[in-house]
Every structure is written in C-alpha cells, then in structure tokens.
Nanobody
Framework: QVHLVESGGGSVQAGGPLTLSCAASGAAQYDMGWFRQAPGKEREGVAEIDTDGRRRYADSVKGRFTISKDNAKNTLSLQMNSLKPEDTAVYSC???????????????????????WGQGTQVTVSS
C-alpha cells in the first residue's frame, strides 16, 4: 500500500527557492512524479523519476527544478529554484504510473495517470 504526503509548500518571492518533500511509504519500487495544478487550469506534469534514477522535466521547469528520490528515507523531493509567478499552483506527488497513459507536452513525455497520489501542497510565488 502506497501512502504519499507532501510538505514544504508556502509563499515565496519570485526568484527565490523552495523545496517540496513527499513522504512516500511503500513507493520504493515505483516510478514517481510531481504534478501541479493552477487555478482554472488542468493538472500538468512537472517532473518524473524512474526506478533507475532517470529524470525528465517539463520544458517550463527544466534547468530550474530538480527531482530526486531517496529510497532509504522513503522521500521524493522537488527542489525549485528561480521561481516565477507562473509556478504558483498546488503541487502533488504521485507513484506507480498507470500503464498506457503516456502523454507528451512539448518535449516532456510522462505518465499522466498514477495509482497513488498525495493530497497536494500549495506553492505561491509573488512578483
């Protein structure tokens, strides 16, 4: 049974950093991802890491965000630098992608559906 709980959200000035954490019990053997949903917009994939440690990022965050996974600590992290107001959203972590749900947004192809989701954490970036 996978259980995911995000933390680390908050308010930050544009240009600043913020790191999100996802306590991920039971998820060591699964690919995992971070998603975000801004008000009035659909959920979008942000970053994904597979069990071999390969990382993929949305074009909009590449070079600014870093996804990492520590299986020993059962933690998925998203380090966010150079934040922009358009990064404001509820961020959620997910584990165990649903087969057949690959979706491409620009150069970023990721699983759009997962079996396990966290409840989300708000990130607000002010200009």
């Amino acid at each position: 049974q996978v259980h995911l709980v995000e933390s680390g959200g908050g308010s930050v000035q544009a240009g600043g950093p913020l790191t999100l954490s996802c306590a991920a019990s039971g998820a060591a053997q699964y690919d995992m991802g971070w998603f975000r949903q801004a008000p009035g917009k659909e959920r979008e994939g942000v970053a994904e890491i597979d069990t071999d440690g390969r990382r993929r990022y949305a074009d909009s965050v590449k070079g600014r965000f870093t996804i990492s996974k520590d299986n020993a600590k059962n933690t998925l992290s998203l380090q966010m630098n150079s934040l922009k107001p358009e990064d404001t959203a509820v961020y959620s972590c997910a584990a165990d992608p649903v087969p057949g749900t690959r979706y491409c947004n620009g150069h970023y192809c990721y699983s759009s559906q997962y079996f396990a989701w966290g409840q989300g954490t708000q990130v607000t970036v002010s200009s």
